[in-house]
């Protein structure tokens, strides 16, 4: 039986009478949405309630699902003494959701920490839950660092368990909204926080869960949100159903977006299994994205899928121009995957015969050799960014005065250790930024004594 319902709700302790103590009524309106979706799950009368948190254990590339056979909590820590839960867990579920993951080689399942402790994202929701419902055990998801893709991914997988163990199931993907709407929040503000607000009310309102795939995760980020993963895993697990969606509230009172929605799926429908489309559109977008890129990260391109699917240095090709093979450069291979880095190496001088045969070497070493991440396999090629960073001579510099984040790239060099930055990264922002960070990668501390050396680089796309 496939998943009945699913909710999207938050979680603030605030909410709960203990905790709030009179200060839970400016949050009427959502307290009164989260009574109806209460009231609509006990209505339904679930066999099992999965609950997604970002407040769970949390891995950078793995999805913890709760171990063991329950767990207890208590809302102590929020100054409500005494308000205690113990949920019993869904074994036969759980297993049958490791099982699915392992025959996947998907990343999921409950080895690592074994939390017996409900977190406030399970609580909350559970809170009203109970008043209303006592009936049904409980499965309790983490989220993790992996792109949203692979979020969804995992929603996949728990419609196919839910599936197949023919169970009643709700799905309630717990997670707050954004936390930087107000300057009198305790989060401050940020122009982002109202837009993410706004857009994910209105994809959620129209169950347009494709759309939340979308979402670029550094704005994410800055938006402070911590439920949009929860809420990409719940339309994984609707996937491929259409959804009769509704908006039953969204506040903004404490400077937190309160958001909540329910979903009941009604039929089957081919027009939304989203992560295929998804997938179709991103391998379309990269792939003119390469066909338009210069030389130089088409040769290293060719070097990646050459060494990866061949497991073969390429040879030089033809046809190269001749700036190509007659420089000599040290040069960096940056290799991202869905917006995220997935390997970056290279070198500071040159250490072959010329600027090509130097991104030849570095895309595999980049690849396949950075100690930061697993090597690329086949099934990711198509889904990478590169890029190349052509490195002029370094020239030693006096102070900080003649740095810049944006322009300059930065050597410190302490006796034989040795760090590099490139120029004009990500969150690097600052001069002293950008120092301390080269001296975490070459291990030189406060304390040693340090040169400086700054390099401009040609970047290509």
């Given amino acids: 039986m496939p998943i009945v319902a699913a909710f999207m709700v938050p979680h603030p302790p605030l909410i709960i009478p203990e905790v709030g103590k009179g200060a839970e009524e400016q949050l009427e309106v959502t307290k009164t949405a989260y009574e109806r979706v209460a009231d609509e799950i006990a209505l339904l009368q679930p066999d099992t309630i999965i609950i997604s948190s970002p407040h769970t254990v949390m891995y950078a590339d793995y999805f913890h699902i709760s171990p063991g056979n329950a767990a207890m909590g208590s809302l102590d820590r929020f100054g409500a003494n005494g308000?205690?839960?113990?949920?019993?867990?869904?074994?036969?579920?759980?297993?049958?959701?490791?099982?699915?993951?392992?025959?996947?080689?998907?990343?999921?399942?409950?080895?690592?920490?074994?939390?017996?402790?409900?977190?406030h994202g399970v609580m909350v929701p559970i809170s009203f839950i109970r008043k209303k419902y006592r009936g049904g055990k409980i499965v309790r998801v983490?989220?993790?660092?992996?792109?949203?893709?692979?979020?969804?991914?995992?929603?996949?997988?728990?419609?196919?368990?839910?599936?197949?163990?023919?169970?009643?199931?709700?799905?309630?993907?717990?997670?707050?909204?954004?936390?930087?709407?107000?300057?009198?929040?305790?989060?401050?503000?940020?122009?982002?926080?109202?837009?993410?607000?706004?857009?994910?009310?209105?994809?959620?309102?129209?169950?347009?869960?494709?759309?939340?795939?979308?979402?670029?995760?550094?704005?994410?980020?800055?938006a402070a949100e911590c439920g949009h993963r929860s809420f990409v895993i719940m339309a994984g697990a609707l996937d491929g159903m259409k959804v009769m969606a509704s908006k039953l509230s969204h506040q903004d009172i404490t400077g937190v977006g309160y958001g909540i929605c329910s979903f009941y799926p009604t039929a089957a429908d081919n027009n939304r299994y989203f992560l295929d489309e998804y997938i179709l559109k991103k391998v379309r977008e990269l792939s003119r994205l390469r066909e338009k890129s210069d030389d130089y990260v088409k040769l290293a391109y060719k070097s990646v899928y050459n060494y990866v699917l061949h497991g073969k240095e390429l040879k030089l090709p033809d046809n190269l121009p001749e700036e190509m093979l007659n420089t000599h450069a040290g040069a960096f291979v940056s290799i991202h995957e869905n917006g995220k880095l997935r390997g970056c190496i290279g070198t500071t001088s040159p250490t072959t015969d010329n600027v090509a045969l130097e991104i030849i070497q570095n895309a595999i070493?980049?690849?396949?050799?950075?100690?930061?991440?697993?090597?690329?396999?086949?099934?990711?090629?198509?889904?990478?960014?590169?890029?190349?960073?052509?490195?002029?001579?370094?020239?030693?510099?006096?102070?900080?005065?003649?740095?810049?984040?944006?322009?300059?790239?930065v050597i410190v060099s302490s006796g034989r250790k040795r760090g590099l930055l490139l120029p004009d990264l990500d969150g690097v922002d600052s001069v002293e930024q950008q120092i301390e960070i080269a001296m975490q990668k070459g291990g030189i501390t406060r304390d040693d004594e340090i040169h400086l050396q700054r390099f401009e680089v040609v970047r290509h796309f």
């Fill in 365 to 409: 070493s980049a690849s396949t050799k950075d100690p930061r991440f697993d090597a690329i396999k086949a099934d990711e090629l198509k889904f990478l960014e590169i890029s190349v960073d052509v490195l002029g001579n370094p020239e030693d510099i006096s102070g900080l005065s003649e740095l810049d984040a944006k322009k300059y790239g």
């Fill in 142 to 222: 983490g989220l993790s660092a992996l792109p949203l893709t692979e979020h969804y991914k995992l929603g996949q997988i728990i419609k196919e368990a839910a599936d197949n163990t023919n169970k009643r199931i709700v799905y309630v993907a717990s997670g707050d909204l954004s936390h930087k709407l107000q300057e009198y929040g305790p989060y401050g503000y940020a122009p982002e926080g109202p837009v993410y607000d706004q857009k994910v009310m209105d994809v959620c309102e129209r169950g347009a869960f494709g759309e939340l795939l979308e979402f670029d995760e550094k704005f994410c980020e800055r």
């Fill in 83 to 119: 308000v205690k839960f113990i949920e019993e867990y869904d074994i036969e579920l759980v297993s049958e959701i490791e099982r699915i993951a392992s025959r996947k080689s998907f990343p999921a399942g409950t080895l690592g920490e074994k939390d017996r402790n409900l977190d």
